[in-house]
């Protein structure tokens, strides 16, 4: 048996990209870049089981992965994927979203966002035993039904992470509508992304990687350059940690990003696979005790958990 091939940092260290600062404050060029990919072919030579040819030389068209795919390493090949962060999700969640794109890509008509809505639902179905599919359902239901009523054409979402509620909205906006959707985790934004284009409706959602706190100007970026006259959004979807549902709606209030005629809905519910967290009923309590919000529908899920429509109304 051949000994396993060092890591790549044990090879040789990686050059900082071109434009970047180095290490001792020197811009470093193209010609960096080049003497360090020629160090790391020499470096790569001799090592067991590798050609004598310099590692940027293509691979030969008959070298194919235990996956099938020419030339390319994936996460199974190379043994168990990490985690990164411990405590954040479950080890049962971890890697399901890849597992989604990859159910979706191969099953969802491209183009057809009621096909993509459709695959997912028989994803999550069957991976969580159709636990918290009559929440999901009457989620799906009102988002629907606000959209629908509203006839927003700015629209915002905080917490993307597949991309489903991202598609509900999307699908019924008008030919100028937009979704401006803000995603902390990087993977989930990319794998929403890869989804919006698959159902055909990139054009119509925008998903930007970040907080509120850091995206406030991205996201009034996104809506300067329609037609309405303000900045404000028609309808906004809170559905990321809900400690922060009221400290980001608040400051999307002071940025004007939320403002008269905004219809906010926000789920506390706790679904499978995720973590209950304090500060759920906040929102409810937010919009109850501040009277430029109109309660308009509060449907309860489980416990203190549930979903709210409010409306900040015009005040004489």
Same mark, same amino acid.
């Given at each position: 048996q051949a000994p396993a091939s060092p890591p790549f940092s044990a090879i040789a260290p990686a050059a900082p990209a071109a434009g970047r600062t180095g290490p001792f404050g020197r811009r470093v060029g193209r010609v960096a870049m080049l003497r360090a990919a020629r160090g790391t072919g020499r470096a790569l030579q001799g090592l067991p089981g590798r050609s004598s040819a310099p590692c940027l030389t293509r691979q030969p068209s008959a070298a194919l992965t235990p996956g099938g795919t020419r030339? $390319?390493?994936?996460?199974?090949?190379?043994?168990?994927?990490?985690?990164?962060?411990?405590?954040? /999700?479950?080890a049962f969640m971890f890697g399901r979203e890849r597992q989604l794109l990859i159910h979706v890509v191969n099953t969802a008509e491209e183009g057809n966002a009621e096909s993509v809505?459709?695959?997912?639902?028989?994803? /999550?179905?069957?991976?969580?035993?159709?636990?918290?599919?009559?929440? /999901?359902?009457?989620?799906?239901?009102?988002?629907?039904?606000?959209?629908?009523?509203?006839?927003?054409?700015?629209?915002?979402?905080?917490?993307?992470?597949?991309?489903?509620?991202? $598609?509900?909205i999307a699908r019924n906006l008008p030919a100028e509508g937009l979704l401006v959707s803000i995603e902390l985790d990087p993977l989930f934004a990319a794998i929403a992304t890869k989804i919006v284009e698959h159902a055909g409706l990139e054009h119509k959602v925008k998903i930007l990687m970040g907080t509120v706190e850091q995206r406030t100007d991205n996201i009034l970026s996104c809506f300067k350059n329609m037609s309405k006259a303000g900045t404000s959004v028609d309808f906004l979807l809170c559905d990321h940690s809900k400690e922060l549902f009221v400290p980001d709606l608040k400051l999307l209030e002071e940025k004007g990003i939320a403002g008269p005629g905004t219809v906010v809905m926000g789920d506390t519910t706790v679904y499978p696979g995720e973590a209950a967290r304090a500060g759920g009923g906040d929102?409810?309590?937010?919009?109850?005790?501040?009277?430029?919000?109109?309660?308009?529908?509060?449907?309860?899920?489980?416990?203190?958990?549930?979903?709210?429509v409010s409306e900040w109304v015009h005040l004489p």
């Open positions: 030339g $390319l390493v994936n996460a199974e090949t190379m043994g168990t994927v990490m985690r990164v962060d411990q405590g954040k /999700w479950s809505m459709s695959a997912m639902d028989t994803f /999550w179905n069957e991976t969580f035993k159709m636990e918290g599919t009559d929440s /999901w359902s009457i989620r799906g239901d009102l988002i629907d039904r606000v959209i629908k009523d509203k006839k927003p054409r700015r629209c915002m979402e905080i917490g993307t992470y597949c991309g489903y509620s991202s $598609l509900r929102l409810l309590s937010y919009f109850a005790t501040n009277p430029k919000y109109r309660v308009q529908e509060h449907i309860g899920t489980h416990q203190a958990s549930g979903m709210t």
